[in-house]
């Protein structure tokens, strides 16, 4: 089983800063690499598919790259609406897995 | 427009089995390629994937829960059952089922999920 771990768990930052949340696998992945949005008490959404990849609909301040074994997501000029937990989720090979998530608190 | 929503039980009791319902609509799960999982949340912890059911009733689990779980399709009334035997308190979670296709490895469609709590 793939282990995905992410750092870091938790991020306090501020308005338009930019942020990069990182995802490490355990093993090769190549690009099927895929970040998520929760907010509090809401399902996940798709955001990056693919490593780097935009779901449609999704703002462009968000980003994605890696491949491999190292994965990162970025957002840039943050917004008080991004406050949320972030998880990436690996379809290389079953069983599917998920990072832990990092919250980001907007201060 | 793609929808799915999940039901079941909120409350079973230890040892119980669970038995969760995806109704979806918008597609159809004998389409070549369509795929549905069932995803679960322990309250403040991560996302944990369970099970997987193909177009073609092919099936995958996860590994430290293959010997718990049952995943089935009823297509003529587009839904996916998950069947969960000797339910523990460790088992509470919003459980969510979510769609995925053979070529495009993500989840794109989400249930709202369902709060499946695990008491005495």
């Known amino acids: 089983e793939i282990v995905l771990t992410q750092s870091p768990d938790f991020q306090s930052v501020t308005p338009k800063e930019k942020v990069t949340i990182t995802c490490r696998a355990s093993q090769s992945i190549g690009r099927n690499l895929h970040w998520y949005q929760q907010k509090p008490d809401q399902s996940p959404k798709l955001l990056i598919k693919?490593?780097?990849q935009s779901f449609s609909g999704v703002p462009s301040r968000f980003s994605g790259s890696g491949s491999g074994t190292d994965f990162s997501l970025t957002i840039n000029s943050l917004e008080a609406e991004d406050a949320a937990t972030y998880y990436c989720h690996q379809s290389n090979s079953l069983p599917y897995t998920f990072g832990q998530g990092t919250k980001l608190e907007i201060k | 427009q793609v929808t799915l929503r999940e039901s079941g039980p909120a409350l079973v009791k230890p040892t119980q089995t669970l038995t969760l319902t995806c109704t979806f609509s918008g597609f159809s799960l004998s389409t070549s390629g369509m795929c549905v999982s069932w995803i679960r949340q322990p309250p403040g912890k991560p996302l944990e994937w369970l099970a997987r059911i193909d177009w073609d009733d092919d099936k995958h689990y996860s590994t430290s829960l293959k010997t718990r779980l049952t995943i089935s399709k009823d297509t003529s009334k587009n839904q996916v059952a998950l069947i969960m035997t000797n339910m523990d308190p460790l088992d509470t979670a919003t459980y969510y089922c979510a769609r995925m296709t053979i070529s495009d490895t993500n989840f794109q469609y989400w249930g709202q999920g369902t709060l499946v709590t695990v008491s005495s």
């Open positions: 693919y490593a780097s």
